[in-house]
């Protein structure tokens, strides 16, 4: 039986940890944060500090990005809309040696209603 894309964000849920928006918040200055929705989701709003390193890219350009480039041990927050994408893509961070990736539980949309 094929996958969807909702089996592959739960089985992502299982191997990764998820932050809440409000530990995030105390957290992030101690965290890089990487926001992995597409550019135009990312200029409407923002977290502090984020950068935009679309979902699609990630793996591509991580290791390429002077915030990221060599940091395999940092503390990285990862958000997106709702909370599927960070988690696809925290399980590849994990993969590519970024240990300390957690992905942000609810997405940018948690973010912003607190």
């Known amino acids: ?14 191997t990764i940890t998820e ?14 944060v990487i926001d992995v929705r597409e550019p135009a989701e990312f200029a409407a709003g923002q977290m502090p500090s984020a950068v935009n390193i679309p979902r699609g890219l ?15 041990a ?9 909370g599927g994408r960070s988690a696809l893509a925290t399980e590849s961070l994990h993969k590519l040696g970024y240990t300390n990736a957690v992905s942000l539980a609810g997405g940018y949309k948690a973010w912003a209603e607190s």
């Open 58 to 72: 990630l793996e591509f350009q991580i290791g390429n990005h002077p915030s990221f480039a060599g940091q395999h």
């Open 1 to 14: 039986m094929a996958l969807t894309a909702m089996d592959l964000v739960a089985n992502a849920k299982q």
């Open 19 to 32: 932050i809440s928006v409000s530990d995030a918040k105390q957290a992030l200055s101690e965290h890089l």
């Open 74 to 82: 940092a503390k990285i927050i990862v958000c997106c809309q709702s």
